[in-house]
């Protein structure tokens, strides 16, 4: 029972010193991207909204900007207009397995939102990032997309292999 309760208290402490590194922000993508580059879009279909100019894209859509790639069954545009009357992009709001992948670096979810100007994507809804160090699962992913970092909230999943400093899924 000693020899137990020893192991019990040895695996605590090396996870309590492992938890920190990992509860901090995690790195996404091999390259920073750069939210002020033109996004290319690809569909099977397309409507635009003459009401709110909006544009929605369905089937198969893929978004590329750089080296980031977006994917989802719909992606809805949203657009703003700036002080001078200019039309921007505001945001992309992606929905039905949808795929984000920048590098080597991939996570998919049930709804994704990229809002251009911070080169911020919220990821919610069963949120899967797949790393080579190993996989993390949880309900919210926050990307910024130019500092090439991530944080993952709501339930996030992963192993600790305290031998090696990496993480695994189960």
């Known amino acids: 029972m000693t020899h137990l309760r020893a192991l019990f208290i040895v695996l605590i402490s090396t996870l309590w010193f492992t938890l920190p590194a990992t509860a901090q922000n995690v790195a996404f993508g091999a390259v920073k991207a750069d939210p002020s580059l033109p996004v290319e879009v690809t569909s099977d279909n397309l409507a635009v909204n003459q009401?709110?100019?909006?544009?929605?894209?369905?089937g198969s859509v893929l978004i590329v900007q750089g080296v980031m790639r977006l994917a989802g069954d719909r992606v809805l545009v949203i657009y703003k207009t700036d002080a001078d009357g200019k039309r921007a992009i505001e945001r992309?709001?992606?929905?039905?397995?949808?795929?984000l992948v920048s590098g080597p670096d991939a996570?998919?979810?049930?709804r994704a939102e990229y809002t251009i100007d911070s080169g911020t994507i919220v990821?919610?809804?069963n949120v899967l990032l797949n790393q080579s160090a190993g996989t993390l699962a949880s309900q919210r992913m926050v990307v910024n997309l130019t500092t090439g970092t991530a944080s993952m909230s709501g339930r996030v999943k992963t192993i600790l292999n305290p031998s090696s400093g990496t993480s695994e899924n189960n």
């Open 51 to 58: 009401a709110d100019g909006s544009a929605e894209f369905t």
């Open 92 to 99: 992309l709001e992606a929905t039905g397995n949808v795929i």
């Open 107 to 110: 996570a998919e979810a049930q």
């Open 123 to 125: 990821m919610s809804g």
